[in-house]
Every structure is written in C-alpha cells, then in structure tokens.
C-alpha cells in the first residue's frame, strides 16, 4: 500500500466523522472527489469513529455484516462505506432495535437503491446530450461531461471528466 500523507489522512478521517454524524451521504463522498472504497482505517480507528467496540467490527465481520478489506498480512482495513455501513448498522440497532438479520438485509437494499439512483443521474445527463466518451491513456472508455459556458461575444465548451 502506497505512503498516505497527513492531510489525505486527515481528509477521510474529517469524512467518516461527517458519515457517522449523518451530515454528509457517500454521493458527497463521490462527488468531492474522495474514494469510498479506499481502505484506510484499522479496526481501532474504525471503532473509534464509529463509536462502537472494535470486537463488534469484528463480530460483524465474521457475521457478514460489514466485512472490510484485508492488507496482505490479513488485517482489517475499514473504507468510508465501512464506515457509513457502521454508523447506520449502530443507529438501527439501538434506535430502532432491528436485529443483524434485518439490519444486514437493510443496508443491501439501501446500497442498491444508491447505485440506481447513481446509474438513473448518468442516464439522465446521457440523455441530455452532455456526456462524451472518450479514452484514457490506458485505453479505458471514460466518460466526460460537456459543460457549457456563454461568455460574450464567444461560447466555449470545457469537457469535464466525471466520477464513474
């Protein structure tokens, strides 16, 4: 795993703080451009932002509950949907009383209704017209947004290349 520096540290560690308090969602995760996937926490560090016992992680772990990435050496490493999967998981377990079961099943439903909500945003600007597809330098099939800007006398259009 690459060297992460302090203030990369500090950028997901100031979002998973934000996820657990219900400010931020992890489409504004996407959308400033932070990986939700990126495994960063240990379990300790997981615990602690969630607020709950780092044996619970692990117990949800063995449950299937929430079951983090592992580094080659086989720890535990927890990414901001980890997190945000923790947090919620936390409030419907003790606000609601919803056992694991259903809260498992819970979380399943709400990850699928946010990735068709994200592939119905995507269809939408296709639709629209303002998305281009070209290559990346690896070859990849990218997708751009077409942003349209007037300024007098000239328009211009500036390509934007979105998160997929």
């Known amino acids: 795993m690459a060297k992460i520096t302090p203030k990369i540290r500090q950028a997901y560690t100031m979002c998973a703080q934000a996820l657990v308090l219900g400010r931020v969602s992890l489409d504004t995760v996407d959308q400033i451009g932070l ?17 709950i016992h780092p044996q619970t992680l692990r117990q949800y772990d063995r449950l299937g509950l ?3 990435q592992r580094t080659p050496g086989g720890a535990r490493r ?34 699928e209704n946010r990735q068709l909500k994200r592939q119905n945003r995507q269809l939408r600007r296709r639709m629209e017209g ?12 990218i997708e751009v947004q077409r942003v349209r800007r ?11 290349i979105t998160a997929r």
Not at 150 to 160: E, I
Request: some cysteine; proline content about 4%.
């Open 35 to 51: 990986n939700a996937d990126f495994p960063i926490f240990s379990v300790g560090r997981a615990a602690e932002l969630a607020d």
């Open 66 to 68: 929430i079951v983090p």
């Open 78 to 111: 927890y990414c901001l949907r980890d997190i945000d999967r923790l947090a919620q998981a936390q409030r419907m377990s003790q606000e609601e009383s919803i056992n694991l079961a259903g809260i498992t099943r819970i979380l399943q439903l709400m990850e």
């Open 130 to 141: 303002n998305v281009v597809f070209e290559a990346a330098a690896d070859g990849e099939v």
């Open 150 to 160: 007037s300024a007098a006398p000239y328009r211009r259009t500036v390509l934007q």
